[in-house]
């Protein structure tokens, strides 16, 4: 089988940093090939210079056995290289014919009805279901990246980097997108899967190149490597896959919720009369399928959202209306679903980022005036414990980071701010084995000093790892409680689905 791609002792670096250091990469006509590497290792960047968005300070590029120089996406394109990034790069007021032609729209006129049956008989041939009539406002995230990957195929392109495509993906969704990944290859396809999900690598991938902090460490045969093999040459040492804790010395509640009601976006019921407490001292895992109101109850605790009916008692205190600054201060910490538009200022250093939640008060800043020295130290230690990578340190600017980088960077100052409920919404979404092994214990941690974790997440094995309780979520209500020990995934699933412990099923 020939190589389709050959990137040879690529280097690349950037201010303070060595991104790529030496990194060949050679993908086969036909198959799946994983990258594989801790946040910050490099494999974007090294996907980055394939599509031309960065070039290489060395090394060379063959595309099918000849050298080619790749300055920018539109000379990707024309090589047939195309890349769905992992942050969509989509107009939302826009069809997905719209979407796809951009670019593309043609010298003189604009043809949408042959574009549009083009993009229908392509979306048929490969499995991807999609409307090219529909709005992309008006349709689901796993639904957003089909139109990506249409946008790829409507280019002819032959070469498709997926760049941490299942990070915003449903359990279904993922496994629909792995299946329209065989699909490209059963057409003649090479795919290029950029992952931190070792289970998705073992479903989908034939072979594995595996970059540690910006070197090759190895290529393996993915049928014949164990997943604790490849986590190991990720991260340099033996990892951990179950969260070592002791069982829950629950407390005094700390979150009380009675009969909340919380409208959501298409001004109906999001959350409906819900009933829950969390005490100090344990871990509740909220289950459920996304879009069954985790969303809409998450930003009522947190002050984001209004509250229809019902109330929020937080540590005693009665926080149904009160401001998110009060909420902070009795004791609240968060850490959002989507990190670049509720997490990070992402024009703003790591620096402004980790204080901006603490500088009005001591002993971040005294009568008005920042302590910069105690902030500077502060933000060092956030990431210095977390293990943040960046070029220019606690200066670099957030947007600059990886998105596994980002969502460290939130976690470390919603931690060690200390706060008595921290509310941790897919904490390890986009972190690689070795982070969420630490991300894990840092839960586990706090809920041992003492505080409240309330954790939501739509994977249900971190839900089982975590949770000293569970409480599943359908369609707005909680269908039950239920302790990890004494049910199972099956049973969860079930109740995620809709079906009741009175319907007879557990």
Excluded at 110 to 139: C, V, W
Excluded at 313 to 326: F, M, P, Q, Y
Excluded at 361 to 370: D, E, N, T, V
């Amino acid at each position: 089988m020939s190589h389709v791609i050959e990137m040879l002792n690529i280097r690349k670096e950037f201010p303070g940093i060595v991104a790529n250091d030496d990194v060949t990469l050679q993908v086969k006509q036909g198959e799946i090939h994983a990258i594989l590497g801790e946040n910050g290792a490099g494999k974007s960047t090294l996907m980055s210079i394939l599509f031309g968005l960065y070039h290489a300070d060395k090394g060379k590029i063959l595309v099918k056995g000849k050298e080619v120089s790749i300055n920018s996406p539109n000379d990707a394109n024309d090589l047939g290289i195309g890349m769905v990034h992992q942050h969509f790069q989509l107009v939302h007021n826009f069809t997905v014919t719209e979407n796809i032609i951009l670019g593309k729209e043609g010298r003189f006129f604009l043809d949408r009805r042959t574009a549009s049956k083009h993009i229908k008989d392509l979306s048929e041939r490969y499995g991807l279901n999609i409307d090219p009539d529909m709005k992309i406002e008006d349709i689901t995230i796993g639904m957003q990246q089909r139109v990506e990957i249409l946008k790829m195929l409507y280019r002819d392109a032959e070469i498709l980097i997926f760049d941490e495509p299942t990070a915003v993906l449903t359990p279904q969704e993922i496994i629909d997108l792995m299946q329209i990944m065989r699909n490209l290859v059963d057409e003649g396809k090479s795919v290029i899967l950029i992952t931190h999900k070792l289970n998705e690598i073992k479903d989908v991938a034939d072979r594995c190149t595996i970059i540690r902090r910006g070197k090759l460490i190895g290529v393996v045969d993915v049928k014949t490597t164990t997943q604790a093999e490849m986590a190991s040459m990720m991260v340099g040492r033996p990892v951990n896959f179950t969260v070592d804790k002791k069982p829950a010395q629950p407390g005094r509640v700390i979150l009380e919720l009675y009969d909340l009601e919380v409208m959501n976006n298409k001004k109906m019921l999001g959350v409906k009369g819900i009933n829950l407490s969390v005490k100090s001292g344990e871990i509740v895992g909220i289950a459920g399928v996304d879009g069954n109101g985790q969303t809409e109850l998450v930003e009522a605790i947190t002050g984001l959202r209004a509250v229809q009916g019902g109330t929020i008692v937080l540590d005693g205190n009665d926080i149904t209306h009160a401001s998110v600054r009060k909420r902070n201060e009795i004791g609240l910490g968060h850490i959002p679903e989507d990190r670049q538009k509720r997490g990070l200022v992402m024009e703003s250093s790591l620096f402004n980022n980790i204080a901006i939640k603490e500088f009005y008060h001591p002993p971040f800043s005294k009568r008005g005036i920042l302590d910069a020295g105690y902030l500077e130290q502060y933000a060092q230690d956030v990431i210095t414990q977390f293990d943040v990578r960046s070029g220019e340190g606690i200066y670099s600017l957030a947007g600059k980071l990886s998105g596994g980088n980002q969502q460290k960077l939130i976690v470390g100052r919603e931690v060690v701010s200390d706060p008595e409920l921290l509310i941790a919404v897919q904490p390890t979404r986009g972190l690689d084995v070795g982070a969420i092994e630490y991300i894990h214990s840092q839960l586990v941690a706090h809920r041992d000093k003492g505080h409240a974790v309330l954790l939501i997440s739509f994977e249900l094995d971190e839900i089982f790892n975590l949770s000293d309780r569970i409480a599943v979520m359908y369609s707005g209500e909680i269908i039950d409680i239920v302790k990890p020990e004494e049910t199972d995934e099956g049973a969860v699933g079930l109740m995620m689905a809709g079906v009741k412990e009175k319907d007879g099923i557990r």
